[in-house]
Structures are given as structure tokens and as C-alpha cells.
């Protein structure tokens, strides 16, 4: 979005944010806030820029600063509101949007897309449906349309397929829109039986909307780790202090991560905290320091306290006051299972796996980030992420010396009581009834899997990909020999 309402005219800003380089839009933005720490300008673009690195935490500290500089700002309420919406404060979000969602301005329009899209996603249909019926232009946008073809999905489903089409291959949408309305249409044509149409649709919009991607730049992390505990064991000595309550569920997505969390958020002393950013921006930090992963026990304690405290920093920004355990769904942890052991130590793990296939069906007909999951647009690259996690994590957390629990997707929905107990043990908490009944939890879930948790533990996920038996080759065979083992 390029609404700037607050009057700062920093073009290699906006040229920056437009082109993606947000690591240089921030640069650029503390230059401009060095000169003076009320410039709200200034504070706007930090905000902008650290949303776009994906540093939502920090954003949400910026905002508070900013606001009370200038309250009355509406691009720096709108703002608010979004971050909200990213930390999963939905309530607070939707009163924000709705506050500004009151005209036909630039912001005003922005924020009803803001609002509808949170309503959407909180499963309140009838609150949408009522923005629907009063209209307004921002109908008339892609998004707007977007919005129209939901309100029928469920009375209408093949009009709705054929409406969501027919935005994903228009030219007046841009490509986030397209992708977002092309992948609805996936879903509803798998919901509806016809897995070859949604099978070729989600190709074609994959094509279309995500870009090349380095799957063996992605791994390469993971895979040094393997060859680093094949090699020599458990390699370094944490220099970090323990941390407390906290636990980690590492695994891929679609593994049925968003379940665990939300079954283990029922509990009265376990706050999810969603699928926050730190992990990755850790990661990200430690490659940055240039110390490879076979000298990562030499770097200095205060570095790696460093890391530490900005990583809990956030996380007792977004965990629920009174829970001792504060429980992180990242899909980073997998790849830096070392950076847990040598800069969070003390840290209790939850591994998933599920049956590959239904694991990659599912991935490949869902919509993920083009940029940072570009690996999920075609099966033999999804294939080779999943056989990397397989053969480093759980090897990873027993080396490494984590506290750690394994188990079965398929098994565990089988059982969820007996998983659920085992995990619970090791936290040093007894089982709570709300644990086992997920879909009664009020709290907001925003990942794709946003429908399914709202519904009780159940086995109609497994073996999904049957419907699509004709996509996997004899390829997939050792993954499937390897996990079908583990079940047993």
C-alpha cells in the first residue's frame, strides 16, 4: 500500500518499500528519525519497514511511541489496527478498523478491507455480510471482489469457484489479490470433489504468482546441522543462560502444528503465542554475524544473550498474562534446531510428523508466502524439504540435548489423550479437560488452518491424499516406508 498520509516526502523510502528492500527502508527511516526522535514521519516509515521485515513485535512497540505523538493520526491508527490483527489481537483490531472504516478515504477504504478480512478470518460471516449489504466503492476493487465471492462460498460454491477464477486470471488485480483468490478457488474445488481441477488450478496459480526459490539455500542450514552431528556429535556448549517456561513446536506446516497449539493454548497455564517471527529473525541474525553453524559455540555469551533477550522480548509481548508456558508454532524451528540449543537452552520442543503425501497435497493446494515459502509451489521440492526435516530434527533434538517429545500425526489423533499427557508431563503440568475439547478455545487463529481447529480432533485429514493418488510417484516411497514405520 502506498498511502502516505503523513507528509514525508522521502522518495528512496517509498522507492525502497515499493521494490521490497525493506532492510534498506529502515536504514532509511532511522536516518531520518536520528534527526529528530518527533518526527512522526519518521516513526510512520519504521513502522512500514519493520512490517515489512516481518519484525511485528518491534513494530508494535514503535506504534505505541508514534501514537502518543500524534493520536489522531489515522494512517498511524490504521497501523495499529494491522499489527493487532498480525499478533492475533482480534478484537482489538476489528474495533480499530472499525473505527476508520467510516468513509470513502484512502484510509477509510484500506481499513474496511482491514476490518472485513479480520471478520472473515474470526469466522464472523454475519458481520461481513452486513458490510456487504451496505456497500460502498470499495466494492468495486479487486478486493472488494474478493470479498463478494466469499459471501456466497458456502450457499453458492461452484459460483463462487467461478468468481474467484476469473479475479485470480483478471488483469486488473494485483498479484497478491490474484494468488489469494486463485488459491479460494483451490479449496473449494477440492471441497467439492473435483481434485483435478483443483489439482491443475493450483499449479497454474503457483505459476503465475511465485517466483524462483533456492530450495538448497533454504535446506542448507538443516543439512549442515546433520552433517555436523553425524560427524562430531553434539558440537558446542551453550553459552546462553537457561531460559524458562518456554516450549516449542517444531515441525512443517501442514503437519497438524496448528492443532497442537491450539489444543495446548486450552490449558490455563499455556499461552500460544502464534507463529511469531522470532525464530526466524534469530536465525537470520546468527547467519548475519557470519559465524557458520560449526562455530556456533564460539560466539561471546553477551552476543548470544543478546539474541536471547530479543527473542523473549516478544514473546512476553504476546503471551497470555498468568500462563507460565508460553508455547511458540513457528515453521522456522525445524532449520535451527542448533540456534535453540546454543541461544535458548531450557527450551521444551514438540515435534509432528504426518504422512508426507498428505503433508504435500496439502501444502501444494494451500496458499504460503511466494517470497519465503516459494518451496511449496511444486511437490518434488516440497518432497525434498520434507525428506531434509526428517533426516536433522528429531536426530537434532536428541543430539542437542533438548527436552523433547516426538510423536505421529495419525497416531496422535487416534490418541490424543495419551500424546497430550505425555507432553503435559513434561512441562510439569496435569491434563485439563479443555485441552482435549480444541474447537471450544475462543482464541483467533490466523494460519490456514483457521476452519480446521475450530472443529473436534478428528481423523478426515489422513490419507487426503488419495484423492490425488495419480501426483506421486515411486519417488515418494522411501518418506512413506520411514514414516509408515514410525506409525507402527
Known amino acids: 500500500m502506498a498511502l ?19 532492510t534498506l527502508a529502515l536504514r532509511l527511516a532511522e536516518q531520518m528519525l536520528a534527526g529528530s526522535k518527533r518526527n512522526v514521519a519518521a516513526w510512520t516509515s519504521r513502522i512500514r519497514a519493520k512490517i515489512g521485515l516481518g519484525e511485528t513485535c518491534e513494530a508494535d512497540e ?39 472504516a467510516c468513509d470513502d478515504s484512502p484510509i477509510g477504504i484500506e481499513a474496511k478491507y482491514l476490518l472485513v478480512d479480520a471478520l472473515y478470518l474470526a469466522n464472523r460471516r454475519e458481520e461481513v ?15 472488494g471482489r474478493l470479498h ?69 539455500g533454504m535446506t542448507q542450514i538443516a543439512q549442515q546441522q546433520g552433517e555436523l552431528i553425524a560427524k562430531s556429535g553434539k558440537w558446542f556448549t551453550a553459552a546462553a543462560d537457561p531460559v524458562q517456561g518456554l516450549a516449542m513446536i517444531v515441525g512443517l506446516p501442514r503437519s497438524g ?27 537470520f541474525s546468527i ?35 498468568g500462563a507460565t508456558w508460553a508455547l511458540d508454532k513457528n515453521l522456522s524451528g525445524w532449520r535451527f534446531v542448533y540456534a535453540i540449543a546454543a541461544v535458548l537452552p531450557g527450551t521444551v520442543c514438540f515435534q509432528v510428523a504426518r504422512d508426507p503425501r498428505d503433508m504435500a497435497i496439502s501444502t501444494f493446494l494451500s496458499m504460503f508466502h511466494p517470497i519465503a515459502n516459494g518451496w511449496t509451489s511444486k511437490l518434488d521440492a516440497i518432497r525434498d524439504v520434507i525428506t531434509t526435516e526428517r533426516a536433522v530434527t528429531q536426530r537434532a533434538l536428541e543430539t542437542l540435548d533438548i527436552a523433547h517429545e516426538s510423536m505421529v500425526y495419525e497416531n496422535f489423533v487416534l490418541d490424543p489423550e495419551a500424546h497430550v499427557k505425555r507432553c503435559l508431563d513434561r512441562l510439569g503440568l496435569t491434563l485439563e479437560n479443555s485441552v482435549l475439547q480444541p474447537q ?21 485429514s489422513i490419507g487426503r491424499w488419495r484423492n490425488y493418488e495419480w501426483a506421486f510417484d515411486r519417488s515418494w516411497d522411501t518418506l512413506v516406508a520411514a514414516h509408515d514405520a514410525r506409525r507402527v
Not at 508514534?66 to 492475533?88: E, P, S, V
Not at 481434485?195 to 530450495?215: K, N, S
Not at 496448528?258 to 536465525?283: A, T
Request: glycine share 8%; net charge neutral; aromatic share 8%.
Open 4 to 22: 502516505n498520509p503523513t507528509g514525508t516526502d522521502n522518495e528512496s523510502f517509498e522507492r525502497a518499500t515499493t521494490d521490497g528492500d525493506f
Open 148 to 216: 463478494l465471492a466469499r459471501a456466497q462460498e458456502r450457499e453458492n460454491s461452484a459460483k463462487a469457484v467461478e468468481e474467484f477464477i476469473a479475479l485470480f486470471r483478471s488483469t486488473a488485480a494485483d498479484a497478491n489479490i490474484r494468488r489469494i483468490a486463485g488459491f479460494d478457488a483451490v479449496k473449494w474445488l477440492d471441497k467439492l470433489g473435483r481434485y483435478r481441477e483443483a489439482y491443475d488450478l493450483a499449479a497454474e496459480v503457483h505459476a503465475a504468482t511465485t517466483p524462483p526459490f533456492d530450495v538448497d
Open 287 to 321: 547467519e548475519s554475524t557470519g559465524v557458520p553453524v560449526r562455530n556456533i559455540g564460539r560466539l561471546p555469551h553477551n552476543v548470544v544473550m543478546q539474541l536471547q533477550q530479543r527473542y523473549m522480548k516478544g514473546v512476553e509481548q504476546l503471551r497470555r498474562p
Open 440 to 460: 471450544d478455545n475462543k482464541r483467533q487463529v490466523f494460519t490456514l488452518s483457521f476452519e480446521q481447529v475450530k472443529k473436534p480432533i478428528n481423523t478426515s
Open 62 to 100: 514503535d506504534i505505541d511511541v508514534a501514537l502518543r505523538l500524534d493520536g489522531n493520526n489515522a494512517h498511524l491508527n490504521w497501523l495499529r489496527a494491522l499489527i493487532d490483527q498480525r499478533l492475533g489481537r482480534v478484537d482489538r483490531a476489528i474495533d480499530g478498523a472499525r473505527k476508520l
Open 129 to 143: 455480510a452486513k458490510l456487504i449489504h451496505a456497500g460502498g466503492v470499495w466494492l468495486n476493487q479487486p478486493r
Open 257 to 283: 502444528t496448528s492443532l497442537l497449539e491450539q489444543m495446548f493454548d486450552g490449558h490455563s497455564q499455556i499461552s500460544g503465542i502464534g507463529e511469531y517471527e522470532g525464530m526466524s529473525l534469530m536465525g
